[in-house]
């Protein structure tokens, strides 16, 4: 029997550097094993520690002296005079709190120059601004389901690495990562599988999931896909492109289907679903290579741009509709939707059967009652999909009297992020109100011509210019990928060692992607690839750009969580992220980049020199294998070529 290919270099042996082990305490076939049995790596505290202990015993003595005085006041004279001394006293105990308080993160924070330690094993799939390990354990416990909405204030932070599942396996490289993961590399609980949810739409083997059949795929997908062509009047699935299609948002997308079977037809479909503990709809996608992220389509705004897919899907996706928040929920829909684009809705409550029940004909009505403010055409409806169609006239919105409102020039937010709903029609100002029907198709589309270039205020010679250096990037950074950067004498792959293949990789994170250049260049290079384009909140927004080049991409504040799981990436990268001004330290940042990174998986930075030269140190804390190299003789920049090691958990856990 053949081994089977996996994503990345080794498959899950561990590198060595200069013939010696990176790490003498790590051992194994499959990944370095911790020797420390409760899995944290300890590193001396040394002096800022012992004077962190000191100044909290100063705190409580200062308390205790102060609270004694407080009561000798108040028993000998209840004066206003006393009254007014007291007041005083208590703002003096309270400065003196915050700067011992002061002192002390000072202390903790100098301490940390050593190695990050190691998360327990609770934190195995910890997603910050969603996940509470307590929450999540009484529910497990008492067998509810949560549905957390996105909330990074109370977010607990974490300075220590997340350890992989102690079976976990590098996934199957593409196209047969698709139709196969390994299991024990997700989430899945009994209580899971005893539902039928995922049963009906995979095959569970020992070791292995499988989404595909031996004729078609198991839930009937190329059915459904043919089936909606057909609606928008079209002959299959293969001419959604040449009508405009290229990018899907798939609400509630199960695990990926959909997505699956239209990026042969050259199409995106982008998986939005709530955080969930286990049996993860997001998880199981991003496993497969399909593009997802966790976005609770309910109270806020995605952050993404508005008019900037050509179809919205919701297929069984959990969403009540009827409701009166699920009615304002389709303005969101119209919001991210194109003139001109579709929204395909599948439940089962559509069959004329279903709608024999006066309840749910109640609710069909409300629905459609409402598209008709929206000004969405129904096209068609067969069994349990319904398709309708948004408008391409703004003026259709002025001349219905119950219609919604168009949004204000205050609150008509090209790209917000996590704002609340807004109940009004978005969009109709900007200047990218252009109609499906008037677009490109792909891949003419990703190299947008002056006019498209002018809309986002770009110059056409420096939208060139990055194109063809992120060409010349591309095939640089791909000849790096390998183990053998990291020798004491590296080189390139040559004759005895070729480049590695096209389907290496398969999940990109592109951190800081402003024109989406990077992304394009793995495409024209044919690298079986997709990319999350990410535009950080500070700095230029061209993720407008990059949604009306074919890419798919999302805003996103790199001083907060990605809205990912962990190891769901196989590269991240970052060109003049370091240059960017945070609110956070880069430890922080760096610290979330290892968290949604897999094993084995690939950082390239690329910077000034000097920001490149101080970053070098974290990567030694965060245990990656580093090789800081020049860009060119000629050039201020340079590039850190990191990779994460595959660690393995103790026997104990």
Not at 130 to 157: F, Q
Not at 497 to 518: E, I, K, Q, S, W
Request: hydrophobic share 35%.
């Amino acid at each position: 029997m053949s081994r089977p290919l996996y994503r990345g270099i080794s498959g899950g042996s561990s590198f060595t550097n200069g013939g010696h082990n990176l790490f003498d305490r790590c051992q194994g076939d499959n990944g370095h094993e911790l020797s420390n049995p409760i899995g944290i790596t300890r590193t001396r505290k040394g002096l800022p520690v012992l004077f962190l202990k000191f100044s909290l015993v100063l705190t409580l003595l200062t308390l205790m002296g102060s609270l004694y005085w407080s009561i000798s006041i108040s028993l000998s004279n209840t004066s206003s005079q006393n009254r007014i001394l007291q007041m005083r006293h208590r703002r003096l105990q309270e400065q003196l709190i915050d700067n011992l308080l002061d002192i002390g993160q000072i202390s903790v924070h100098n301490g940390k120059s050593g190695m990050s330690e190691f998360c327990l094993q609770d934190y195995e799939n910890y997603v910050p601004c969603y996940y509470n390990v307590t929450e999540i354990l009484e529910a497990e416990e008492l067998g509810l389901t949560l549905e957390l909405e996105r909330n990074c204030g109370k977010a607990k932070k974490i300075d220590c690495l997340i350890l992989p599942p102690r079976n976990y396996r590098i996934p199957l490289r593409w196209p047969r990562g698709r139709d196969v993961i390994w299991k024990e590399n997700v989430k899945i609980t009994g209580q899971d599988f005893s539902s039928g949810s995922l049963t009906k739409r995979m095959m569970v083997e020992e070791e292995q999931i499988s989404f595909k059949s031996d004729s078609l795929m198991v839930d009937g997908i190329e059915d459904y896909s043919h089936q909606i062509a057909e609606m928008i009047c079209l002959r299959n699935e293969s001419n959604f492109n040449e009508a405009g299609i290229r990018t899907v948002l798939d609400i509630g997308c199960g695990y990926g289907s959909f997505g699956a079977h239209l990026f042969s037809k050259e199409v995106i479909t982008m998986c939005i679903a709530n955080y969930e503990a286990s049996g993860s709809q997001v998880q199981l996608t991003l496993e497969r290579g399909i593009p997802a992220m966790i976005g609770s389509f309910a109270k806020m705004q995605l952050p993404i741009p508005f008019l900037s897919f050509d179809m919205v899907h919701c297929a069984f996706c959990g969403i009540n509709w009827a409701k009166e928040d699920g009615l304002f929920l389709l303005v969101e829909v119209d919001r991210l939707l194109r003139p001109g684009g579709y929204f395909v809705y599948t439940s089962p409550m559509n069959t004329h059967k279903s709608l024999r029940d006066k309840e749910n004909m109640k609710k069909w009505e409300l629905i459609r009652g409402f598209t008709e403010k929206l000004c969405w055409e129904m096209l068609s409806q067969q069994d349990e999909t319904v398709v309708w169609k948004k408008t391409i006239e703004k003026k259709c919105y002025h001349s219905r009297k119950d219609g919604l409102d168009v949004c204000g020039k205050s609150h008509d937010m090209e790209s917000p992020y996590y704002r609340l709903l807004n109940p009004c029609i978005a969009g109709t100002r900007s200047k990218r109100w252009v109609p499906l029907e008037s677009r490109r198709s792909w891949p003419p589309l990703a190299r947008l011509n002056s006019a498209e270039l002018e809309m986002h205020g770009v110059h056409p010679d420096d939208f060139s210019e990055d194109a063809d250096s992120w060409h010349l990037a591309v095939q640089n950074y791909w000849s790096l990928l390998s183990p053998l950067i990291f020798s004491d004498h590296p080189k390139r792959p040559g004759d005895d060692d070729p480049h590695p293949p096209y389907n290496m990789l398969r999940n990109v994170l592109d951190m800081n992607a402003r024109f989406g250049g990077f992304n394009n260049a793995l495409l024209e290079t044919r690298k079986s690839v997709w990319v999350m384009n990410v535009v950080p909140t500070v700095g230029d927004n061209y993720l407008p750009l990059i949604f009306d080049r074919g890419f798919i991409g999302v805003l996103h504040n790199w001083c907060e969580a990605f809205p990912t799981y962990p190891r769901t990436y196989d590269m991240v990268h970052a060109s003049g992220l370091l240059s960017v001004k945070h609110r956070c330290s880069t430890l922080d940042i760096f610290l979330e980049v290892d968290r949604i990174l897999r094993p084995e998986g690939w950082i390239i930075l690329h910077d000034k020199a000097p920001l490149i030269e101080a970053v070098r140190s974290i990567t030694a804390q965060l245990k990656w294998d580093a090789r800081m190299m020049d860009v060119d003789l000629n050039s201020d920049e340079k590039l850190l070529i990191c990779q994460k090691p595959s660690f393995r958990k103790p026997q104990l856990w």
